[in-house]
């Protein structure tokens, strides 16, 4: 994550880098047809997928419009059965609260299962600062931190690596033998990550969704990391934000499958667990202490939007970054956000504010793909354009374009201005040839790359007038 | 599209003091300065029964996002009638004029581009095909990512032209299998972006508009 | 805290009715609302309409359970009655080398799991992790099976606990006819008729053995839980699952 450089070079920069490496492109694009075809499948089984979809965006809805009654439930269910529930309003307090239960359990060594969350308050770099041990134990985020880098897809953090590449890192940092087997490979981690949840003092996750009515917390996933990060540690935080939180446990039965179907094709993912507090009487393993630390982080912000407060209702299922062509195309890295893809594109400008972010929002065909596939309909590339527009009411657009607007209008709204800049354009055309092709040309960002036919001779309007 | 339409019986007019819909003003953001130039297209085509657009971009800004531009002024009833009238190339033949043979003659293989304003704003994915279907001497092979956007997008081909291009480069990966001579599509502008750049690769595949293949006899 | 500065933001935002026409973009198919308007009813039935076909019958459900099974490689054993499963688990212990078994107090297990030749570590009281990591297989009951979705629903009152089902390499779960329901809500409402508000501090849906498939996409199975899920239907020989037949190759 580049703090430093101004995250609109670096999109251009990484974007140029990456739509260089056509090596790269077409392992992202075999492995997202791979994801296609799966979900293909399993979204034919369902019996009205196109309802199933309205259904559960209106759950969603329904949770969003209520947030202050939800939340509230959700919280005093937690505490009425031992859980200590956390208020955090930003990363800083968030973080402050994590630190302060490490500290008053004077803990040492923490795993971790797959929480972005965790990556959006920067846990494991203060977390390492402090001294503490930190493992992430899903595979694809375990080798992303091996890897010192962030996770490049929030549902498959290491889908950008090849065998081969993880071989070279596990034999280089775990000291492993040498194999590029993708089950021999999972075996080694599966091997180092054993140990580490039976010594490791806190376990810390994420939450898919907060269930108001029961006061628990839903977690999927497909490795059983989460539930041996949940079981065995004496101590379990989980961090989620405030949009988390769903009506009733039922809303489970409809949820579950559609963030599985969407987001890896799966009918439902291996492990589905809710978990609602400590251990309590009569159980005999689970953690002595459940900690869920609810994190605002500017989603009130967004909630404040009317229009975009339906991105609130976002399940985290990663279906639209793998139909972006945007995405498959510049890779999740280039984002330089912890959010990626269309869904990232029309948030982050809310959580970290538009005037840096709102190239993400420029940065799209608006070819719909993905408002297609969210499997609780967000309207997100409608969206973009909602950020576009935001940006061009503060002015953020600039001088130049404001001007070539205000010229736009005044050509479009005077037809014989049009027909005039139409002859002009022609002759400026004709004059210019000298400078055709270079960055002089005014069309250099076109033509670097892409032919551009001259001018038909005779307009339209001419050959109608001629027709009469 | 004149000569087809004229050729099945229709009166066709060509309001001279037309312009553009404003869509490239709206895609930036500058809603008020889209409305603006939206305002002269509801005015220039007051009068007309049928509008019969050749892209799925400038139906889709018509049909979908007027009526969003005028949410809460008083023109917006007049938009929403306007919105009834505008169609498409393929929809006004097939859906509204209930037309799939237009006597059109090709010899070759095509591969069809779906526009995605066309395809995802307005759901035209059949129609055209029903068209080429009945084209002479035409046969149409589906290529994997014929719903993949082209890469143009309006300001975002010229903001960034690495991903623009990266994304017709797919194209015309997904096309080239098909070994079709010709690529079609409904969209002048995905057109504009898909030849410059199939041309500058040096690709034989030949990119044609539906009217014009229709219009071929 | 900052409770009460965050509900007040929630608040506050939410005073603003959200647009509607962002509101109605997703709501455009009207057929659906009716259902869900009904609460917890309407959402059951949402997901029966909705999601993928299951059939009324006893014997449909278990083909459904069988056909996913088979998909997400789950040994779905169906068999008459207690002594058969026995049976079955003696074949399972000779065929897959167990030694030690981690289990727990639970009827149709304490039927099963004597005289196996296993030495067996239960976790009903407090146990060390260490001695269940030991174990080669966990023997686990449940509280019901989904057809819908080939998940095996369960919780720490049900399955001695959070790790045993999830901590040795090959988990199995012995479940009866009687607990073979449609979908993930018929799940809920058997949780909700047997412990009323008093919930188990932990229930998980387990479908398939534990898998990833971070590394290229290739399916790998056992990541981190077990590698191995066998699931012994007691009493399901009524039209049951007689195991893969030339359906799907």
């Known amino acids: 994550m580049s703090q430093t450089r101004n995250p609109f070079t670096q999109f251009q920069t990484d974007a140029t880098q990456v739509t260089a490496d056509d090596d790269r492109r077409s392992f992202l694009r075999s492995s997202m047809r791979g994801y296609m075809n799966t979900r293909s499948a399993t979204q034919g089984r369902f019996i009205d997928y196109e309802s199933a979809r309205i259904a559960a965006g209106e759950v969603k809805w329904e949770a969003i419009e209520n947030l202050d009654v939800y939340l509230v439930q959700f919280a005093d269910n937690l505490e009425a059965r031992g859980t200590k529930v956390h208020w955090c309003d930003n990363s800083e307090q968030a973080r402050e609260t994590i630190l302060g239960i490490l500290k008053d359990h004077d803990a040492k060594t923490i795993i971790k299962s797959k929480c972005m969350t965790t990556e959006e308050i920067h846990l494991n770099d203060l977390l ?177 939007d009317p229009e975009q407060r339906d991105a609130l209702r976002c399940i985290r299922c990663g279906a639209c970054l793998n139909v972006c062509p945007i995405f498959k195309n510049v890779g999740g890295h280039t984002y330089g956000t912890t959010y990626q893809g269309p869904i990232g594109s029309v948030i982050t400008p809310h959580l970290r504010g538009l005037k840096n972010w709102k190239h993400l929002s420029h940065s799209s065909s608006l070819c719909g793909a993905c408002t297609e596939t969210c499997p609780v309909k967000i309207d997100l590339h409608h969206h973009l354009l909602r950020n576009r527009r935001n940006a061009a009411e503060r002015g953020e657009g600039g001088l130049f374009e404001r001007m070539l607007m205000k010229g736009f209008v005044f050509v479009m709204r005077r037809p014989w201005v049009y027909r005039a800049v139409g002859w002009t354009g022609k002759i400026a055309h004709f004059l210019s040839k000298p400078i055709h092709g270079t960055r002089l040309d005014p069309f250099y960002r076109w033509k670097k790359t892409r032919d551009l036919d001259d001018p038909a001779k005779q307009s339209f309007k001419q050959y109608w007038s001629s027709r009469k | 599209m004149v000569n087809i339409l004229e050729r099945l019986g229709h009166e066709v007019d060509y309001p001279q003091g037309q312009t553009c819909c404003g869509q490239p003003a709206f895609n930036s953001g500058y809603f008020n300065e889209a409305r603006e130039v939206a305002d ?135 096309a080239s299998q098909t070994k079709a001579e010709y690529l079609i599509s409904g969209d002048p502008s995905c057109l504009m972006q898909i030849q410059g750049y199939f041309s500058r690769e040096k690709s034989p595949i030949k990119c044609l508009h539906l009217a014009e293949v229709l219009d071929c006899q | 805290m900052s409770r009460e500065s965050i509900l007040a933001r929630v608040r506050e935002a939410l005073a603003v009715k959200t647009d509607s026409h962002v509101r109605h973009v997703s709501q455009q198919a009207s057929t659906t609302l009716p259902v869900l308007a009904n609460g917890p009813e309407g959402r059951a039935k949402a997901v029966r309409e909705f999601l993928p076909f299951v059939g009324e019958s006893f014997a449909e459900r278990v083909a459904a359970f069988g056909m996913l099974s088979e998909k997400l490689q789950t040994e779905f054993i169906c068999v008459a009655d207690v002594e058969t499963a026995h049976g079955e688990l003696k074949r399972l212990a000779e065929l897959n080398q167990w030694k030690r078994a981690g289990v727990h107090d639970h009827e149709l297990l304490q039927n099963c799991t004597q005289n196996l030749g296993l030495e067996l570590l239960a976790t009903s009281s407090p146990y060390e992790v260490r001695d269940l990591a030991e174990c080669d297989v966990g023997i686990s009951g449940c509280d019901a099976l989904i057809a819908q979705t080939a998940s095996v629903l369960v919780t720490a009152h049900s399955a001695g606990g959070r790790a045993l089902s999830v901590l040795p390499p090959h988990h199995v779960v012995l479940a009866t006819a009687d607990q073979m329901v449609a979908t993930m809500a018929d799940g809920y409402e058997i949780l909700r008729r047997k412990h009323g508000d008093d919930w188990p501090s932990f229930m998980t849906f387990i479908t398939g053995p534990s898998r990833t498939a971070d590394i290229e996409r290739v399916l790998v199975l056992g990541a981190h839980g077990p590698k191995k899920l066998s699931v012994i239907l007691v009493g399901g020989t009524a039209g049951s699952w007689a195991g893969p037949r030339n359906t799907n190759q």
């Open chain 2, 40 to 174: 002269h297209f509801l005015t220039t085509f007051s009068e007309c029964d049928v509008i019969g657009v050749p892209s799925g971009s400038c139906t889709a800004m018509v049909r979908k996002f007027y009526p969003e531009l005028y949410r809460e002024t008083d023109r917006l009833d007049a938009v929403q009638q306007l919105t009834t009238r505008v169609f498409e190339f393929s929809e006004l033949l097939v859906d509204k004029l209930g037309v799939t043979d237009v006597g059109a003659r090709l010899t070759g293989t095509a591969t069809y581009h779906d526009g995605c304003h066309g395809l995802r704003e307005l759901g035209i994915k059949d129609a055209p095909r029903r068209l080429l279907e009945n084209v002479e001497g035409l046969s149409l092979i589906e290529m994997d990512e014929s719903e993949s956007c082209c890469g143009f997008g309006g300001s975002f081909a010229v903001k960034f032209p690495q991903i623009s291009t990266a994304m017709t480069q797919v194209k015309l990966g997904s």
């Open chain 1, 128 to 304: 390492s600062q402090e001294g503490y041990e930190v493992v992430e134990s899903d595979l694809g985020e375990f080798i992303v931190q091996l890897r010192e880098e962030a996770p490049y897809h929030f549902v498959f953090p290491a889908m950008h690596l090849k065998k081969e590449e993880i071989n070279r890192l596990f034999q280089e940092k775990l000291k492993s033998v040498s194999t590029s087997d993708p089950e021999a490979l999972t075996m080694i981690a599966r091997e180092v990550l054993r140990e580490k949840y039976i010594q490791a003092d806190v376990g810390i996750s994420g939450a898919n969704f907060g269930i108001a009515e029961t006061g628990m917390i839903s977690i999927t996933e497909n490795e059983g990391n989460a539930r041996l990060t949940t079981a065995l540690p004496k101590v379990h935080i989980s961090l989620m934000g405030i949009e988390k939180v769903i009506p009733r446990i039922e809303d489970l039965a409809l949820l579950l499958p559609m963030l599985a179907t969407a987001g890896t094709g799966q009918h439902l993912t291996c492990y589905n667990s809710q978990l609602g507090g400590p251990r309590q009487p009569g159980e005999t393993d689970g953690p002595d202490e459940m900690h869920v630390v609810l994190l605002d982080n500017h989603r009130t912000r967004l909630l404040a």
